[in-house]
């Protein structure tokens, strides 16, 4: 069956009539839940059995579980998680036993997504901070060198992997250096291009094997003075494709955040026509997911191989957890009760 490419939201708790029917007609590729669409862990299960029905096939389900500010499920029906930051400040002690932290979170937040149907999270964060830039990073990213982030971000993708779960490399080339929020407005990056390399691209060229990415709404002047990575063709085919050598599925980050100018029409094209496979949109709005429908294409060609690679990847790399045994060390590890 045939699929477009897109990943939208959705309102609530559960589908509204007009849900099902746009869902039924534009067929996405997947969805991704937030904190407004999750009670309990039933719900949830519900939820995400509806959008695959809704939907025609077996779609992805995505969710932003890192961990610290960023997690969708949050107790007392799950487990917190640390910030990322926290792997790294252990990574900085012991460097195994950090890497070890790491992998087995991410192992212990597969397995929770995955018993409740979810088969992506948007993890790892690869950016890296510098002094002065925004903090919507922040504590997000593992480390401020791009070292110990490509090194944890590879034990975490490793454990969410070992879960069943497809890793995320966010967001792509990097978002660190942003001085401000990207949800609000756009960033400029002056940075030149071989500190961009040395540094903000080192941790996505050393994970460029990894299944899937998000792109960064931030513009980088040294290759493109105009348009943000999500939109710009140079940044895209140049740095992405290129000098980070990334051949996975590319997504791009929500359409609708303010770093992004034009129509919602306007930025889901410009971000297919730039190179992203797939488009993302995520506050469930109907007028606003009823504006860029239009403009999404069937999977196809390249962007579908890369998805049939990521999928199947995803459904052969499953090992067994004991989860009380691994939370029990993962606990002892972070002191995390």
């Known amino acids: 069956m045939s699929v477009y490419a897109s990943i939208y939201g959705c309102s609530g708790t559960a589908l509204t009539d007009a849900e099902r029917r746009f869902l039924r007609d534009v067929r996405p590729w997947g969805f991704i839940l937030f904190a407004r669409n999750i009670d309990e862990p039933e719900q949830v299960r519900r939820l995400i059995g509806e959008l695959r029905e809704a939907a025609g096939h077996d779609a992805e389900v995505l969710i932003d579980q890192e961990g610290g500010r960023v997690q969708r499920l949050r107790p007392p029906h799950w487990r917190a998680y640390p910030p990322g930051r926290l792997f790294g400040e252990i990574y900085e002690r012991d460097t195994e036993t950090g890497l070890h932290a790491a992998r087995l979170g991410a192992k212990l937040i597969a397995a929770e997504l995955r018993y409740l149907g979810f088969t992506v999270d948007c993890l790892p964060v690869l950016d890296v901070p ?81 299944p899937v990415a998000m792109t960064a709404h931030v513009v980088y002047s040294a290759y493109d003075a105009e348009r943000p990575a999500t939109t710009s063709p140079l940044v895209i085919d140049k740095v992405i494709r290129g000098h980070i050598g990334f051949d996975g599925l590319l997504m791009s980050d929500d359409l609708s955040m303010e770093a992004l100018s034009g129509s919602l029409a306007e930025r889901a094209r410009a971000s297919l026509a730039a190179g992203c496979d797939l488009v993302l949109h995520c506050n469930g709005k109907m007028e606003e997911m009823l504006a860029i429908a239009p403009e999404v294409p069937i999977l196809s060609g390249e962007a579908l191989r890369r998805s049939e690679k990521a999928i199947s990847l995803r459904k052969s790399s499953l090992v067994p957890l004991d989860v009380d045994l691994a939370w029990r060390q993962f606990s002892a590890l972070t002191a995390v009760s």
């Open 130 to 210: 510098v002094p002065g830039a925004h903090d919507v990073i922040g504590d997000r990213a593992y480390a401020l060198a791009p070292g110990p982030v490509a090194a944890l971000g590879l034990a975490a993708s490793e454990g969410l992997l070992a879960g069943g779960v497809l890793p995320v490399i966010k967001h792509i080339p990097g978002h660190g250096r942003a001085g401000v929020d990207s949800h609000l407005s756009l960033p400029v990056v002056d940075a030149p291009a071989a500190e961009l390399e040395q540094i903000d691209f080192a941790p996505f060229h050393a994970l460029r094997h990894m």
